[in-house]
């Protein structure tokens, strides 16, 4: 009884030294094994974007914004993208009427902003809109001076307009081409300004103040290269058991002592094996203790 009591004792022990060996084991992950791993390693991308701008100035305006072309040292370009294209007007007027009897009259502005792209990049639509300059009104007879005051004129207050065009995106391989390498490309802005009165008789004087500014951004999304990944060589040593085992002395020689190095085992195999090796080792262990515990057990016949 006491003999069954110890085996079983000896085999739970064993079985929780297999077990904390193996969990010890497999929460070991080498650097080889890390490095295969290929979401260590993931693809990544990044976006490039370049701001240009015209000053403000009368119209009509028909001029040029450059932005720089993409650099290939930095990738691979994937998309170009102008998410913003955007025109601000400003401007203001005056009127007089210099007729010899009272008139009926009114003005307003249309505008158009073009914006025309490089490249082979898609333009977005003009930009059209309507600017009220004085609405439907009687101006007097010309008093005489012409200053743009009394009740024979009429002025506009300064005013604003600001105007953003629909982003434009381009994954294609020509307008990829087209902006990638040295050098800048430029985006084309351009306005139309257009008068229009209602009334008035034929003898009225203006003057009228028009200005425009205009912005471009242009975003590059690109894959930056990718390093290969640095792998550790890896070699397996080829050992040669020793034919008998060295007893010799080490020499002396003119006051010098040859040491001997006690030979390394090579780390070969894997996790794996290891584990195969130390759950084999504890079953059998435990087996051969059951079976002599059984063969130990008194009978009660007889």
Do not use: K, W
Request: charged share 15%.
């Amino acid at each position: 009884m006491l003999r069954s009591l110890f085996a079983r004792a000896v085999l739970a022990v064993i079985a929780a030294t297999a077990l904390v060996t193996i969990i010890t084991l497999a929460t070991i992950v080498t650097p080889e094994f890390a490095a295969a791993d290929p979401a260590a390693d993931p693809a990544t991308e990044a976006t490039d974007c370049h701001d240009a701008a015209l000053a403000r100035q009368r119209t009509e305006v028909d001029a040029d914004m450059t932005v720089p072309r993409f650099d290939p040292a930095l990738g691979t370009l994937l998309e170009v993208g102008v998410p913003s294209q955007a025109a601000h007007l400003d401007t203001d007027a005056r009127f007089e009427n210099t007729a010899q009897t009272a008139v009926t009259f009114a003005e307003h502005m249309d505008y158009q902003v073009t914006f025309t792209s490089p490249g082979g990049l898609g333009s977005p639509a003009p930009l059209l809109g309507t600017i009220e300059r004085v609405p439907m009104q009687t101006l007097a007879a010309f008093d005489g001076t012409l200053d743009f005051a009394g009740p024979s004129a009429v002025a506009q207050p300064s005013t604003a307009q600001d105007a953003a065009a629909a982003p434009v995106v381009s994954t294609d391989p020509g307008v990829l081409g087209a902006f990638t390498g040295p050098g800048t490309l430029a985006f084309h802005v351009s306005t139309v300004i257009g008068e229009t009165f209602m009334g008035g008789g034929g003898n009225i004087e203006a003057q009228i103040h028009t200005f425009a500014s205009a912005s471009v951004r242009v975003c590059y999304r690109y894959a930056p290269p990718v390093s290969p990944p640095t792998t550790t060589p890896t070699t397996t040593p080829v050992t040669t058991p020793p034919t008998s085992p060295p007893t010799t002395i080490p020499p002396r020689v003119l006051g010098a002592v040859a040491t001997r190095s006690r030979p390394t085992l090579p780390r070969t195999g894997s996790a794996s094996a290891v584990l195969g090796i130390v759950g084999a080792a504890a079953v059998g262990i435990g087996t051969l203790l059951v079976s002599r515990g059984r063969r130990s057990r008194p009978s009660l016949d007889g």
